[in-house]
């Protein structure tokens, strides 16, 4: 079935630092998504990229819909200790909209 | 806040048993989603109503079903409960569906079969 390759499964860095995680799968997706899942909560979506080539920001967080349609990379600037957390990317296949495929996530630490 | 929200929060059944869980989408938004988040996992789709029919279904067998009503809410149901179903169920809810879709999750139902 088709599956989100996400990496790097987890990540300590000191608090300040940039972050960068990515996300790749064998299929062509027509959108991608990027969530934070915080302990007992539901996702929270932060990006949403439509277009490949796209590149889209939310305040600290960057993210692109990678030109072949098939990745999607997020970048975390000045991280700052709520920025702990899980982070799920995430996309609708393009043969298959109606449902979000989601990778197996990055989990953040921020040593103090 | 998405204005998504789920019920009950917890729930503990015995293996065997059915339960049914709630949730109420966001105002304007006439399709819901169904996933399972297993333990350390990404989440999984379950299925899809839009406009009170299912219009999409991953791989979950038929004891998994569902139902939407005219105001859009929706509820999962899943009979003769296994060990294995026990997770975190999080519904989802987007204006439209498909390509461009924005999908906003609730807090989730953490389901435990004994």
């Known amino acids: 079935g088709q599956q989100l390759n996400q990496s790097p499964q987890s990540m300590f860095i000191q608090e300040g630092e940039d972050v960068s995680m990515n996300c790749t799968s064998s299929s062509i997706f027509n959108t991608w998504l990027w969530y934070k899942q915080d302990p007992g909560e539901g996702p929270v979506l932060l990006i949403a990229l439509y277009k490949a080539g796209e590149l889209t920001s939310n305040g600290r967080l960057t993210a692109q819909f990678g030109i072949t349609r098939k990745d999607s990379f997020l970048n975390i600037s000045a991280s700052i200790p709520s920025d702990v957390g899980i982070y799920f990317c995430?996309?609708?296949?393009?043969?298959?909209?109606?449902?979000?495929?989601f990778g197996k996530g990055t989990r953040l630490h921020i040593l103090p | 806040e998405t204005g998504v929200t789920q019920s009950p929060t917890h729930l503990i059944k015995t293996r065997g048993q059915q339960v049914t869980l709630r949730c109420s989408s966001q105002s304007g938004h006439n399709t819901v989603s169904w996933y399972q988040q297993a333990l350390g996992q990404g989440p999984q789709f379950i299925f899809q109503?839009?406009?009170?029919?299912e219009n999409g279904r991953g791989n979950f067998p038929p004891r998994f079903s569902g139902l939407q009503f005219p105001n859009y809410s929706s509820e999962l149901n899943v009979n003769a409960l296994e060990l294995d179903d026990s997770a975190l169920y999080l519904c989802?809810?987007?204006?439209?569906w498909g390509a461009g879709a924005e999908a906003f999750f609730g807090q989730g139902t953490r389901l435990t079969v004994v």
């Open positions: 989802a809810s987007s204006l439209e």
């Open positions: 109503y839009y406009r009170e029919e």
């Open positions: 995430a996309g609708r296949p393009m043969n298959r909209d109606d449902k979000i495929i």
